[in-house]
């Protein structure tokens, strides 16, 4: 049994889309280009044709991949969401007390996790620890080098 993944409404609708352009649109534009690479000749030593051929292939494990990401997927309306403890679509501010520092992160699920500094996913070691905790409690964090940190939850809210 496949993964249930946790995402918001607009995470959701993203991947609809990106499904979507990819079915549509990026399959007519590789088969045009596997079809002007054929009338090149010989295929092979055809390497347009071979390009074309690995990128088509890259688009089908991508939409089958995100076939399966839309089949799993539990969508969390913000509608729905609470401050009064931490679910993916939240914003937290969080402290550390070895360092007296304070960052704030957007709780998002491995689905929508990129290169964006300021969010952390619900499967991080972070994310999965803080994950039904309330404003005020005590977090021990298992890092992957096997210490352990604490972050106290400083605020929860709600940013779209």
């Given at each position: 049994?496949?993964?249930?993944?946790?995402?918001?409404?607009?995470?959701?609708?993203?991947?609809?889309?990106?499904l979507e352009m990819l079915k549509v649109e990026k399959r007519q534009e590789i088969a045009e280009?596997?079809?002007?690479?054929?009338?090149?000749?010989?295929?092979?030593?055809?390497?347009?044709?071979?390009?074309?051929?690995?990128?088509?292939?890259?688009?089908?494990?991508?939409?089958?991949?995100?076939?399966?990401?839309?089949?799993?997927?539990?969508?969390?309306?913000?509608?729905?969401?609470?401050?009064?403890?931490?679910?993916?679509?939240?914003?937290?501010?969080?402290?550390?007390?070895?360092?007296?520092?304070?960052?704030?992160?957007?709780?998002?699920?491995?689905?929508?996790?990129?290169?964006?500094?300021?969010?952390?996913?619900?499967?991080?070691?972070?994310?999965?620890?803080?994950?039904?905790?309330?404003?005020?409690?005590?977090?021990?964090?298992?890092?992957?080098?096997?210490?352990?940190?604490?972050?106290?939850?400083?605020?929860?809210?709600?940013?779209?």
């Amino acid at each position: 049994m496949a993964k249930e993944l946790i995402m918001t409404d607009a995470s959701y609708k993203a991947l609809e889309q990106e499904l979507e352009m990819l079915k549509v649109e990026k399959r007519q534009e590789i088969a045009e280009k596997i079809r002007v690479a054929r009338g090149f000749g010989d295929l092979s030593e055809n390497s347009e044709y071979d390009e074309a051929k690995n990128e088509q292939a890259l688009v089908e494990a991508r939409i089958a991949k995100l076939e399966e990401q839309i089949k799993n997927a539990k969508v969390v309306s913000y509608a729905h969401l609470s401050t009064d403890t931490i679910s993916v679509g939240t914003t937290i501010r969080i402290k550390d007390l070895e360092f007296d520092e304070e960052e704030s992160y957007r709780l998002v699920s491995a689905v929508e996790s990129g290169t964006d500094m300021n969010t952390i996913t619900d499967e991080s070691p972070v994310g999965a620890a803080v994950i039904g905790h309330k404003v005020g409690d005590v977090v021990d964090v298992q890092l992957p080098s096997g210490d352990t940190a604490k972050f106290e939850i400083l605020d929860i809210t709600l940013e779209k």
